[in-house]
């Protein structure tokens, strides 16, 4: 294949480090490269695996506002709660997702369900931040949940491995998850053996992260954790499993707009994080228990 997209980096985990007490995540971006490399995505935390002991409070992430992006959680292991102040609640488990578009502001939390944190156990997660276009970044909140079932399903060998479409359209199978600009967001879900061939326009900002199993990335060994930065240049990707694995595939066409951020807020400009920040403390962004 002459076309073939170059690897640009592989990063091992960083040292994780808690967001609340519900989640040990390690940070991939924007910590280890420039904020708008990966546009339209922003932010990716790992929660790689951890055994939680059994809690009678569940852990997790108090109200905190969110203004100018999405949120989007993706189960692997363990059950997470969510709640915010434009009504929206659910809980996701092992497979599922939660998109949820914070625009021009709203209130939320998310724990560890009541359940889970009863009787304790395995717990993987990721969660992302996906910008917005400035037209965008003042609508209305809404709040996606998507359940493993209604997932994109494209059957890649007779083996077992399939490619899970959350966002985006894997060779004509389609994810049921609506974005404000063109990406792509997928598990690939393979056996031992299992191969699949990826193709993305060049521009578009594109990533793995392996998390689980053994993998070789056009050509390259990549293992559980770590993290696959593309070149942007070539369309072409070979993903190989040489153990049963799953490989969260992202990419998207960058949002070429100035990035400021702060904390929970991103927008384009300070002076429209400074009114983020009035806003919250005037109680615009909404009411929500603790």
């Known amino acids: 294949m002459s076309n073939i997209r170059p690897i640009e980096h592989v990063f091992a985990p960083p040292a994780p480090h808690m967001v609340g007490d519900g989640f040990r995540v390690h940070n991939f971006f924007p910590g280890q490269i420039p904020k708008t490399r990966m546009s339209p995505f922003f932010l990716l935390d790992y929660n790689s695996k ?28 363990g059950k997470v709660a969510h709640h915010d102040s434009a009504g929206n609640s659910g809980v996701i488990g092992e497979g599922d997702v939660q998109w949820m578009t914070a625009a021009s502001g ?71 998850a609506f974005t ?20 993305f326009p060049a521009h578009y900002n594109t990533a793995f992260l392996v998390v689980e199993g053994e993998v070789i990335v056009n050509g390259k060994p990549v293992t559980t954790d770590h993290f696959i930065l593309f070149k942007n240049e070539g369309t072409e990707i070979i993903l190989e499993a040489t153990s049963n694995a799953i490989v969260l595939v992202l990419s998207g066409e960058p949002i070429n707009e100035p990035i400021a951020n702060y904390g929970p807020f991103v927008m384009n400009t300070w002076e429209e994080l400074e009114q983020a920040v009035k806003d919250v403390n005037a109680g615009l962004f909404g009411v929500l228990e603790d």
């Open 50 to 77: 951890i055994d939680f002991s059994p809690s009678k409070e569940p852990r997790g992430v108090g109200v905190h506002p969110h203004r100018g992006f999405e949120t989007v959680t993706i189960a692997y292991h």
């Open 180 to 199: 404000f600009t063109p990406m792509e967001v997928y598990n690939a879900r393979l056996t031992k053996g299992g191969k699949a061939d990826l193709s």
């Open 106 to 176: 709203l209130l939320h939390k998310e724990y560890h369900e009541k359940e889970f944190s009863a009787r304790g156990g395995l717990f993987q997660m990721v969660q992302l931040w996906v910008n917005l276009p400035a037209k965008d970044k003042m609508g209305k909140p809404k709040y996606q949940e998507i359940p493993n079932g209604k997932m994109g399903r494209h059957v890649l060998d007779a083996s077992g491995s399939f490619m899970e479409v959350i966002a985006g359209n894997y060779k004509g199978t389609a994810g049921p």
